[in-house]
């Protein structure tokens, strides 16, 4: 079956840490799109990158189609970038989205 | 722009009773629909997406379905709740086409008791 899968599963950084999230996908896919999910549940989109890189502030991500995964990139965290972060991908074979478990993030002060 | 919207916004149900949730998207036209749900706050499972009216695919066999009465309003039904219903519902669209990106509404809190 399709497999969505990130690591680690549970960062703490202290405020002002990088870190690299990481998703893996089974197939090659058409979308592929990382979220941060806030306390209060909402899911904000934060990239949209099948392929390529691309920044954002201190957020950038980074997906090699060929090898199948992606990355995206934190620095100088701060406390309001705790939440769960997903990836999310779709294939050739239809409209569905598939996501991964999801990394759960908390940044100390 | 292009808005999404999700009500109610938390609900507490017994078991047994139907359920109703509703989605609307405003500012696009014929886009695919997505219902997913959450539980115990990771892990999104997709349940049904639509690409139009009347148009529903089921992921995952449960006592859940969803409906597509206009172009723009999705609509998640039980007739009888279940405990293991309880989660945090979410509502997504995309443009038309597998390339589309997906955009998230609010969500819906259902407790069952």
């Known amino acids: 079956g399709i497999q969505v899968e990130q690591s680690p599963p549970d960062l703490i950084l202290q405020e002002g840490a990088n870190s690299t999230l990481r998703c893996n996908f089974s197939?090659?896919?058409?979308?592929l799109q990382w979220f941060h999910q806030n306390p209060w549940g909402q899911l904000i989109n934060l990239f949209y990158?099948?392929?390529g890189t691309k920044q954002n502030g201190r957020l950038s991500a980074t997906t090699v189609a060929t090898e199948r995964y992606s990355l995206l990139y934190i620095s100088s965290s701060q406390t309001t970038d705790s939440g769960v972060y997903f990836c999310a991908a779709n294939w050739n074979t239809g409209n569905q989205f598939y996501f991964g478990t999801g990394t759960s993030l908390t940044v100390i002060p | 722009s292009q808005t999404i919207h999700q009500w109610p916004a938390t609900l507490v149900q017994p078991v047994g009773s139907p359920l109703s949730l509703e989605c609307t998207v405003e500012g696009t036209s014929n886009p695919n629909l997505y219902w997913y749900r959450q539980a115990a706050g990771r892990g999104l499972q997709l349940l049904f997406y639509?690409?139009?009216?009347?148009?529903i695919s089921s992921e995952v066999p449960q006592n859940l379905s969803a409906s597509r009465p206009q172009d723009r309003q999705f609509i998640l039904s039980s007739k009888k709740l279940l405990l293991s219903d309880s989660g945090f519902y979410l509502c997504a669209w995309s443009q038309q086409g597998s390339l589309g990106e997906q955009y998230f509404g609010p969500g819906t809190r259902l407790t069952v008791t």
């Open positions: 197939d090659s896919v058409n979308n």
């Open positions: 990158i099948p392929s």
């Open positions: 639509s690409v139009g009216i009347g148009q």
